[in-house]
């Protein structure tokens, strides 16, 4: 029987390499980012078309490469980064693994050009499929341009996984995003399909917070700072109030390389324990710096994750640090006894002499029953109760009660009509069907067989999702125009999502346009929505379109319609008038799936008369 095994050729391994380090074109643009940090580069251009399908050009302005290590990287395992195993533990470089560039060229049509700064003339080399198709001397500026084209173009499967370009576009803008925030000092841009998303100079972290996310911003973060002999922690938090329901904007740093850690999110969430709104995710942009040696970084290919010797000190030091900096500026309450203005300081005693009882005046004479409010001018005015004890009893006092009792009679006899009124019409109203709201959240409604209790949130979700999704199918929303139209500027990656949904947005009922920048006009809301601003009607929409895409994997109409509705829809706590709770009623059972809430759970139970007969005979 012949030998079966046999050595891969390198073009195939580099393929299969490539399949976990480049898994998208975000991948490509991640990798290229890194190694023009690691050359030195304090300006960086990404140019992207097709959203990195067609083009990924990365320019930078760092030390370049010599003509033998331009060829030298398109090998496997080659890197300038490390030169024993020792080195792995001691870290400080972006990458480290020498795949990347050869995974790149295995799969795409690359064309390098580099010059460094001692030399004339720079090296230009063109790759197509791992197999190099020229090499040759050229005039470049200082630094590298690396252009990757038709990204999967020798693998069809993999392209054909990709998605569409709106979602692959918020893939490289995430991407750019985190490093952008860990260095902050780089002079960063995009332009896609020649139009700049960012432009973004270097600056402090702060400002870089702002500029990536909005001006906004600037009110919402809390500095973070601690300085251990494990860890140095610094960074921002957002405030509590301003917490989104999804997790997106959320970014933990070790050594200034984005990673992604459960256990240490955590730690941030524990110290926002309470100040919190349910299902909601603060903002932090944590930088941990540590002894290289205390962390493994070679887990996995895309370098996200990381092992530490003492995960648990970080995780109290994390959390410890971010409680102290919410306290620290007014966020949680704090009290320190420490203070030199306590509050017997702050106190200023009143002298005993200086109180001076006070005094009343009053006109005994004075009837606010009597119609003519006729007071006589010469009546006696006392300024204390022992003054009118001592005055002569009025000659009148017996006509005080007959004038009083016969208004009062008035009164009680007009509120007694109004009521039977009221009560008249309700009984009419509530003859067909008997309705009680239970603590603002619960519609109890008595059914030949007991009762039965609705639970009103949950039933105003599945009318407004049904009704929706309706507008959706048949692009026949109903819009109200603003009086006067607000323009909304949202960051560049909910830009992007926000394009992608504009038609079915629009089929919805929103009259929107694009204005400028990452900027849209509002001048339309559907008719159905509660009377909530533009821009926080559009942030809800696309926050829960996030958090929905990311666990439930919907469809984007049904996301779409399911997001709205939870945002539009009547919130527990709200009280409802026996006309409203009849006509939800009447809408909840006209659906076609009237018992089931959009998370899966009953919109409806009931409770028999039996069953309430055995509670009382147990």
């Given at each position: 029987m012949p030998d079966i095994i046999q050595l891969l050729p390198d073009s195939v391994a580099n393929q299969i390499a490539a399949g976990e380090v480049v898994q998208r074109p975000a991948s490509a643009v991640k990798e290229l980012i890194e190694n023009s940090i690691d050359a030195g580069a304090d300006k960086i251009q990404?140019?992207?078309?097709?959203?990195?399908?067609?083009?990924?050009?990365?320019?930078?302005?760092?030390?370049?490469?010599?003509?033998?290590?331009?060829?030298?990287?398109?090998?496997?395992?080659?890197?300038?980064?490390?030169?024993?195993?020792?080195?792995?533990?001691?870290?400080?470089?972006m990458g480290f693994r020498g795949e990347a560039m050869a995974s790149i060229a295995a799969i795409a049509q690359v064309e390098l050009k580099t010059r460094r700064h001692e030399d004339e003339l720079g090296t230009c080399i063109t790759i197509e499929g791992s197999e190099v198709l020229s090499q040759e001397a050229c005039s470049a500026n200082t630094g590298t341009s690396i252009s990757i084209k038709n990204l999967f173009y020798n693998t069809p499967a993999r392209r054909n996984f990709l998605k569409s370009n709106s979602v692959e576009m918020r893939y490289i803008i995430d991407e750019l995003q985190r490093v952008a925030l860990a260095h902050p000092e780089i002079f960063f841009t995009l332009h896609h399909n020649g139009q700049e998303v960012y432009h973004l100079p270097g600056t402090t972290l702060k400002q870089r917070i702002i500029h990536?996310?909005?001006?906004?911003?600037n009110e919402r973060l809390v500095p973070v700072e601690e300085d251990t002999s494990v860890i140095n922690l610094r960074g921002f938090v957002g405030k509590p109030e301003y917490a989104k329901r999804t997790r997106g904007e959320q970014f933990f740093f070790v050594n200034n390389r984005f990673i992604k850690d459960a256990y240490l999110n955590h730690a941030v969430l524990m110290a926002f324990k309470e100040l919190l709104p349910e299902d909601t995710f603060p903002l932090y942009v944590l930088f941990i710096d540590i002894d290289p040696s205390k962390i493994d970084i070679n887990v996995h290919p895309t370098k996200t994750e990381i092992k530490y010797q003492d995960e648990q000190t970080i995780y109290a030091i994390i959390r410890s640090a971010v409680k102290r900096s919410l306290g620290r500026y007014n966020i949680t309450p704090s009290l320190d006894f420490d203070q030199e203005n306590s509050i017997e300081h702050l106190v200023t005693p009143i002298p005993i002499e200086e109180i001076v009882?006070?005094?009343?005046?009053?006109?005994?004479?004075?009837?606010?029953?009597?119609?003519?409010?006729?007071?006589?001018?010469?009546?006696?005015?006392?300024?204390?109760?022992?003054d009118y004890r001592s005055s002569p009893i009025p000659s009148n006092w017996d006509t005080l009660y007959e004038i009083t009792k016969k208004d009062v009679n008035i009164q009680q006899q007009v509120y007694e009509e109004k009521s039977i009124a009221v009560d008249e019409q309700e009984l009419n109203k509530a003859s067909e069907r008997q309705l009680f709201q239970?603590?603002?959240?619960?519609?109890?409604?008595?059914?030949?067989?007991?009762?039965?209790?609705?639970?009103?949130?949950?039933?105003?979700?599945?009318?407004?999702?049904?009704?929706?999704?309706?507008?959706?199918?048949n692009h026949s929303g109903v819009s109200q125009q603003s009086l006067f139209p607000e323009s909304v500027t949202l960051n560049s990656s909910d830009f992007e999502l926000l394009k992608e949904l504009l038609p079915d947005i629009r089929a919805l009922g929103f009259d929107i346009r694009e204005f400028g920048k990452n900027t849209v006009v509002v001048e339309g809301v559907p008719a159905d929505?509660?009377?909530?601003?533009?821009?926080?009607?559009l942030e809800q929409l696309l926050e829960g379109f996030k958090n929905n895409q990311s666990i439930l994997k919907l469809d984007k109409r049904d996301n779409l319609a399911r997001s709205l509705a939870r945002n539009a829809a009547t919130k527990a706590g709200v009280k409802m008038s026996l006309e409203e709770m009849n006509e939800l009623i009447d809408q909840l059972f006209a659906c076609q799936m009237p018992n089931v809430a959009l998370n899966g759970k009953l919109v409806i139970t009931t409770f028999t008369l039996n069953e309430l007969l055995e509670r009382f005979e147990k």
């Open positions: 990404l140019i992207v078309k097709d959203a990195g399908k067609s083009l990924i050009q990365v320019i930078d302005n760092g030390a370049g490469m010599s003509v033998t290590d331009a060829r030298m990287c398109f090998e496997r395992h080659a890197t300038s980064k490390i030169r024993k195993a020792e080195d792995l533990f001691a870290i400080r470089t990536l996310f909005g001006n906004n911003y009882p006070p005094t009343i005046s009053f006109n005994p004479n004075y009837n606010p029953f009597n119609n003519d409010r006729q007071v006589a001018h010469d009546a006696p005015v006392y300024k204390s109760a022992s239970l603590q603002n959240r619960f519609i109890l409604s008595q059914i030949k067989s007991g009762f039965m209790l609705i639970n009103q949130q949950a039933a105003h979700e599945r009318i407004l999702y049904e009704r929706f999704l309706q507008q959706l199918q929505l509660n009377n909530a601003s533009e821009n926080e009607i």
